[in-house]
Nanobody, 127 residues
Framework: QVQLVESGGGLVQAGGSLRLSCAGS??????????MGWFRQAPGKEREFVAA?????????NYADSVKGRFTISRDNAKNTVYLQMNSLKPEDTAVYYC?????????????????WGQGTQVTVSS
């Protein structure tokens, strides 16, 4: 079955950086045919869109306004991996971060557009 495994979360001080990774396996036909997204969910809040990148990667990306200019999504199709570089972290970025795969068209900003999900990785930003 499809697996998306996130890693790289942890505890960081405000202003610091983290790089999340998400390794995909058993995506058919291939990882490189999926648009990929990152979402996050803080305690007591709904899951929210963070960033997305098209199957081809490059500059075809989409970001939530709250992270634009601070976060960068990228992918390495040879490694079946998508990344989220998070800089200038704020306490309000604290959440469980999930990666997701979308076999459809366009860069989805809503969770129900995505077909597969990882288990999540905790990011905690202290003030």
């Amino acid at each position: 079955q499809v697996q998306l495994v996130e890693s790289g979360g942890g505890l960081v001080q405000a202003g610091g950086s983290l790089r999340l990774s998400c390794a995909g396996s058993r995506l058919t036909p291939t990882f490189s045919t999926y648009n990929m997204g990152w979402f996050r969910q803080a305690p007591g809040k709904e899951r929210e869109f963070v960033a997305a990148i098209s199957w081809s990667g490059g500059s075809n990306t989409n970001y939530a306004d709250s992270v634009k200019g601070r976060f960068t999504i990228s992918r390495d199709n040879a490694k079946n991996t998508v990344y989220l570089q998070m800089n200038s972290l704020k306490p309000e970025d604290t959440a469980v971060y999930y990666c997701a795969a979308d076999r459809g068209y366009g860069l989805g900003r809503t969770a129900n557009q995505y077909d597969y999900w990882g288990q999540g990785t905790q990011v905690t930003v202290s003030s």
